[in-house]
């Protein structure tokens, strides 16, 4: 199973982008990286996903790199509503289609 | 359009009783999971399903029956309550198999 590795915490400045790092160098060729996020105790919300190309969306934009053994969740003008603990996730193959969450890592938006 | 409903949204048990905590989507959404978080830590994921009357067990699938027998509705039965599934559980749902999930609001079980 390909595993994701994230460092527990960062700190960003409120306007300023938040640049998330995510190892997942085990990763096969067909699956996708996932980004959720969790603020405070609610239920985690979807951010964005890729496989091979860079993603955008209104809420973030995902930079895979070529050999896909990283990525990168960038959130371009952070706010203090963009704390939260962000989980990257790397579908699991075979066919077993299980989804598995690591500790994430927790974003402070600092004012 | 009410997304992935939990309930109860809080429950109290005491030691060896039993329970389902219901979930429930109207998105017509294929596969369906739970998961439970314990406090400062992860989502570990309990049971999930591919379609109606499909279901395998995921991390953690001790203590805890799961069914499908609708599109709608991934019911978790805990069968013999114990403290150590003192935990907030989350139900999830998505259309298809790329697709990201829609989580519920949890349920906060606490067991004594």
């Known amino acids: 199973d390909a595993k994701t590795t994230q460092p527990p915490s960062m700190d960003c400045a409120e306007g300023r982008a938040a640049n998330l790092p995510c190892n997942h160098s085990t990763i096969s060729g067909n699956e996708y990286v996932y980004w959720y996020r969790q603020i405070h105790s609610q239920g985690p919300q979807y951010i964005i996903h890729?496989?091979?190309n860079n993603e955008t969306n209104e809420m973030a934009s995902l930079i895979i790199t070529e050999d896909r053994k990283s990525s990168t969740l960038i959130l371009p003008h952070a706010t203090l509503r963009d704390t939260a603990v962000y989980y990257c996730i790397v579908r699991v193959a075979s066919g077993t289609y299980k989804y598995i969450f690591g500790t994430g890592t927790r974003l402070k938006v600092l004012a | 359009n009410a997304g992935v409903t939990q309930t109860p949204k809080f429950q109290v048990l005491k030691t060896g009783q039993s329970m389902t905590l219901q979930c429930a989507q109207d998105m017509n959404h294929e596969y369906m999971s739970w998961y439970r978080q314990d406090p400062g830590m992860g989502l570990r994921l309990i049971h999930y399903s591919v379609g109606a009357g499909i279901t395998d067990q995921g991390e953690v699938p001790n203590g805890y029956n799961v069914s499908r027998s609708t599109t709608e509705d991934f019911p978790l039965r805990l069968l013999s309550a114990a403290p150590s599934q003192t935990s907030v559980y989350f139900c999830?749902?998505?259309?298809?198999?790329?697709?990201?999930?829609?989580f519920g609001s949890g349920t906060r079980l606490t067991v004594v």
């Open positions: 890729g496989l091979k």
């Open positions: 999830a749902s998505r259309l298809w198999e790329a697709s990201g999930y829609t």
